[in-house]
């Protein structure tokens, strides 16, 4: 079945790191450029971060550069995101997708809540 | 990276049309023919509608149809079914692997 799961939210003090993952099947995995999509509370989705197939290549949205940091394991059909400095507006579901092509995310996990709190 | 700009609310009644504008730059919805439209029920994750300004994935119906003129995309939704209640956003493409989205609509069936 091609899915991607993600995981690693939870509940995390202010200033804290968190790493996510998402874990891909039913689909070549270094083929194709992944995304992470967030989505705070009552809030729009919001881009965050996009890595090629190869893992050569990042890219950040302004709003988490120098915060976030997007990797993958191919080997193990892995992606993930290194949350640092967590802030209450970090706070969202974030979502991976499967970059089909330049600005179509066919492939959607089902989330994972970051909240940041006290 | 400025979001997109989308009507916060749009509604229809059943059998009716509705379209939501999503308005960017030319940095983005003007400068490439990139722009896809998401669907989100509540609880769900986002579902690709619409994707290079006008094209449908397998499975989509063909009352879901997409355009652009300009800094504007806009989605149309005809034959308004109660299902299609949800929120809508628009994302395009904005040069070197960045997208953007828009700031979503939610759609209201009557």
């Known amino acids: 079945e091609v899915q991607l799961v993600e995981s690693g939210g939870g509940l995390v003090q202010p200033g804290g790191s968190l790493r996510l993952s998402c874990t891909a099947s039913?689909?070549?995995?270094?083929?194709?450029?992944m995304t992470w999509v967030r989505q705070a509370p009552g809030k729009g989705l919001e881009w965050v971060s996009t890595i090629t197939g190869s893992g050569y290549t990042t890219f950040y949205a302004d709003s988490v550069k120098g915060q976030f940091t997007i990797s993958r394991d191919n080997s193990k059909n892995t992606l993930y995101l290194l949350i640092n400095s967590l802030r209450a507006e970090d706070t969202a579901i974030y979502y991976c997708?499967?970059?089909?092509?330049?600005?179509?995310?066919?492939?959607w996990g089902q989330g994972t809540l970051v909240t940041v709190s006290s | 990276q400025s979001a997109l700009t989308q009507p916060r609310s749009v509604s229809g009644s059943p059998g009716q049309s509705v379209t939501i504008s999503c308005t960017g730059t030319n940095s983005d919805v003007g400068g490439y023919n990139h722009v896809s439209w998401y669907q989100e029920h509540p609880d769900k994750a986002p579902k690709l509608i619409i994707y290079?300004?006008?094209k449908r994935p397998s499975g989509v119906p063909d009352r879901f149809s997409g355009s652009k003129s300009g800094d504007t995309a806009s989605l149309t939704i005809s034959g308004l079914q109660a299902e299609d209640e949800a929120d809508y956003y628009c994302?395009?493409?904005?040069?070197?692997?960045?997208?953007?989205f828009g700031g979503g609509t939610k759609l209201t069936v009557l």
């Open positions: 290079d300004v006008s």
């Open positions: 997708a499967q970059r089909l092509s330049t600005g179509r995310f066919d492939l």
């Open positions: 039913g689909f070549t995995f270094s083929s194709y450029a």
């Open positions: 994302c395009s493409f904005a040069g070197s692997y960045i997208e953007v």
